[in-house]
């Protein structure tokens, strides 16, 4: 999604490399390029403004320190700005969600229809129903959570939160078109209460576009629940329009946050950066898949580190720790130390703990930009389907198989083909890269980073086969 912005921000940190320091010449240049990228991206008019008289008044003749190069310092005055454009200077808690009170504690969703409201509310409610989310920077307690939706107008959508809740195994309270909005909230509050629920998510209508009596009504709802939270639903791919929606929830509700959506698409990305400046409000949330487990925490300052191509490592260590079975990774870790063969059981073993982490595209946004490019600038949605592929070829295969892939021969290869429905040629490219991945496994047993490097083609085989050698 910010593709452009990261490669504008390399070209400027390349233009400036070998000059001694931010000159008020070079420096002009340079904000010109960052103008052109954010209009680009279309982040708003005044917001760019802003920005890059905040970045030239803090770059103006800072002298490059050590091994920094211009280009470098003015990337780290650009990182602080972008941090606190998009929240930083709220405090490190204030993207989180706010359930210090009597409970049930209610959330009201709010956002035009088609921003993603309802998936949200799943996404929001399998959150807190598992516990993975934080208050005061640690982990939060399992929450009891009921779900309802106020949507009395748009065909299906209370069938399609009631279809949310079940997947994600949360609570529904059930409502019909016949009733009116507030009378259903009232009646969901009431059970909540009753039956002692931690939260109240509350799904309401959305509009095609801003009206009066949809802003009379989420007014109303919010007079009636008194919400600790009120979330501002938004489409990335607004663009310059989400800056317009914004303004007008923002001046009917008190809102405490906003969820940003869509993430994953083609957007260019400046409703992340527009939204938060013209709401005043922190950015709680990102939606980067499809998928019920698409819901990420948003942390300005990593945002500020994946736009300038540094990555986000932390998110990457987070998802790793909540999803990957760490007793499996020792026995590995133990399995190659001591030499012992690596087979393919215990690849799809692996195959499988990668899977837990969620949706590739994803995972390899978050990759430092030199590591994106190792990575083969893979499309992520074919890495997903060499995946799929890979591990229909590995159950395909006998235990006995895995563990000697040797005895695989001709006879072998075209009933495990046929299994995984793909043609025979895919099971010996298989082969053939896991044999020269077993030889990098080898090396490590050994010792020693040079002879650690020469293998390096088994490395590739190995992205090759969890679905990273895939080009655009």
């Not at 390399?10 to 209009?39: D, P, S």
């Not at 430092?368 to 890979?390: F, I, S, Y």
């Not at 395909?396 to 495990?416: D, F, G, Q, V, W």
């Amino acid at each position: 999604m910010f593709d452009n912005l990261s490669n504008r921000f390399a070209k400027i940190t390349k233009t400036l490399r070998g000059q001694a320091r931010l000159t008020e010449a070079n420096t002009q240049e340079m904000l010109r390029e960052v103008r052109m990228a954010l209009l680009e991206a279309d982040v708003a008019l005044p917001v760019v403004r802003d920005f890059i008289q905040r970045v030239k008044e803090k770059a103006m003749g800072e002298e490059v320190v050590g091994s920094l190069t211009p280009g470098q310092a003015l990337i780290g005055v650009v990182d602080r700005e972008l941090t606190q454009l998009m929240g930083g200077d709220l405090g490190p808690f204030a993207g989180e969600l706010s359930l210090a009170t009597q409970p049930p504690a209610v959330i009201l969703m709010a956002g035009l229809q088609g921003a993603g409201k309802t998936t949200t509310t799943g996404k929001l409610a399998r959150i807190l129903s598992q516990g993975t989310f934080k208050q005061k920077g640690l982990p939060a307690t399992k929450k009891k959570v009921l779900l309802v939706s106020t949507d009395v107008y748009r065909p299906a959508a209370i069938d399609q939160l009631k279809t949310v809740a079940e997947q994600v195994s949360v609570d529904f309270f059930p409502s019909s078109p016949n009733e009116k909005p507030r009378d259903i909230a009232l009646s969901a509050l009431d059970y909540a209460k009753k039956h002692y629920y931690d939260v109240l998510i509350v799904d309401t209508a959305g509009r095609l576009g801003i009206d009066e009596a949809m802003m009379e009504e989420i007014a109303m709802l919010h007079r009636e629940l008194n919400p600790v939270e009120t979330l501002f639903v938004v489409d990335a791919m607004l663009g310059q329009d989400a800056v317009n929606v914004a303004k007008a929830f923002s001046d009917a509700l008190p809102l405490t946050g906003v969820v940003l959506t869509k993430l994953d698409g083609d957007a260019r990305g400046g409703a992340a950066l527009s939204v938060r400046q013209v709401t005043g409000k922190p950015l709680k949330f990102v939606g980067v898949s499809e998928k019920l487990d698409g819901l990420e925490p948003f942390y300005p300052d990593r945002m500020a580190q994946r736009i300038l191509g540094m990555g986000d490592i932390l998110s990457l260590v987070e998802e790793a720790q909540r999803n990957i079975d760490l007793k499996e990774a020792e026995k590995l870790a133990k399995k190659v130390k001591a030499g012992d063969k690596f087979d393919l059981n215990d690849f799809r073993d692996q195959l499988a703990q990668v899977k837990k982490m969620g949706d590739m595209g994803s995972l390899l946004e978050k990759l430092p930009g030199g590591l994106a490019q190792m990575a083969g600038k893979v499309n992520a949605e074919d890495a997903q389907k060499q995946m799929r592929r890979t591990e229909g070829i590995l159950n395909s295969m006998t235990h006995l198989e895995r563990s000697k892939p040797e005895l695989i021969k001709a006879s072998r290869k075209r009933r495990i083909a046929a299994g995984a429905g793909v043609p025979v040629q895919e099971v010996n490219k298989l082969l053939k890269q896991f044999e020269q991945m077993q030889s990098v496994m080898k090396q490590f047993k050994k010792g020693g980073m040079g002879k650690i490097m020469r293998a390096m083609g088994g490395m590739s085989a190995l992205k090759n086969m969890a679905g990273f050698g895939r080009r655009k």
